[in-house]
């Protein structure tokens, strides 16, 4: 079994030749000004032009009006859309159906509780399991946090998700095997400051998520 890996925050063309050159499947770009990974709409685009063909395009963005999101759909083309603020069910539904593109929902998680809510975006093709964030946060995702993997017991094989949330190379096999998550997405995990992409700990944490079942 191979595990899907989605390296996010990209904001180089140095950090996304990492990512392509270590065999990232998912590259994610960040358009939300108040994270230190945040790009322009022309930096996404010309990054996203560095992927294409090589990697699943995906652009996160946070409680966006449709103005931002035909912008990004039209200039950047991503290959899917990553919703990671308060969208409601019926938002999904609607931007998938309005842009025609696969959507993946952000649910943010500390308990069984939180990860149930995920089951009520049916819309979205793919969830997010993130850590919920610190209180007085101004960003929904990106800290570094790590939650309670059992907290999907009652979710896991009841819907498509990739896990995300304090993920590191160090701790990426531990939890792939916790969870059975066939796909896992990082960010701060591989970098050696905010925003700044650590190429070394991006190859070992897409060789560590590969021989997670191996081990």
Same mark, same amino acid.
């Given at each position: 079994? =191979?595990?899907?890996?989605k390296i996010c925050g990209i904001g180089t063309a140095e950090a996304m030749a990492a990512a392509l050159d270590a065999g990232a499947d998912d590259v994610g770009l960040v358009l939300f000004p108040p994270s230190p990974r945040n790009v322009s709409l022309d930096q996404a685009r010309t990054l996203?032009?560095?992927?294409?063909?090589?990697?699943?395009?995906?652009?996160?963005?946070?409680?966006?009006?449709?103005?931002?999101?035909?912008?990004?759909?039209?200039?950047?083309?991503?290959?899917? $859309?990553?919703?990671?603020?308060?969208?409601?069910?019926?938002?999904?539904?609607?931007?998938?159906?309005?842009?025609? $593109?696969?959507?993946?929902?952000?649910?943010?998680?500390?308990? =069984?509780?939180?990860?149930?809510?995920?089951?009520?975006? =049916?819309?979205?093709?793919?969830?997010?399991?993130?850590?919920?964030?610190?209180?007085?946060?101004?960003?929904?995702?990106?800290?570094?946090?790590?939650?309670?993997?059992?907290?999907?017991?009652?979710?896991?094989?009841? $819907?498509?998700?990739? $896990?995300?949330?304090?993920?590191?190379?160090?701790?990426?096999?531990?939890?792939?095997?916790?969870?059975?998550?066939?796909?896992?997405?990082?960010?701060?995990?591989?970098?050696?400051?905010?925003?700044?992409?650590?190429?070394?700990?991006?190859?070992?944490?897409?060789?560590?998520?590969?021989?997670?079942?191996?081990?």
């Open positions: 079994m =191979s595990t899907r890996v996203a032009d560095q992927a294409r063909g090589r990697a699943r395009i995906v652009v996160l963005t946070v409680d966006a009006d449709d103005a931002l999101l035909t912008r990004i759909v039209d200039l950047v083309k991503p290959d899917l $859309l990553q919703l990671h603020g308060n969208e409601t069910p019926e938002r999904v539904a609607e931007i998938r159906q309005r842009y025609a $593109l696969p959507v993946m929902k952000a649910v943010k998680v500390a308990t =069984s509780d939180d990860a149930a809510e995920a089951l009520a975006f =049916s819309a979205a093709d793919l969830v997010l399991f993130d850590a919920r964030p610190p209180k007085g946060a101004d960003r929904p995702g990106g800290h570094g946090a790590v939650f309670d993997w059992h907290a999907l017991d009652d979710v896991k094989g009841r $819907l498509d998700y990739m $896990l995300s949330g304090g993920l590191t190379p160090e701790n990426v096999g531990e939890a792939i095997r916790a969870t059975g998550a066939d796909a896992v997405d990082v960010s701060s995990g591989v970098e050696h400051g905010p925003g700044a992409k650590d190429p070394a700990r991006i190859r070992a944490f897409i060789a560590a998520a590969r021989a997670a079942w191996a081990a």
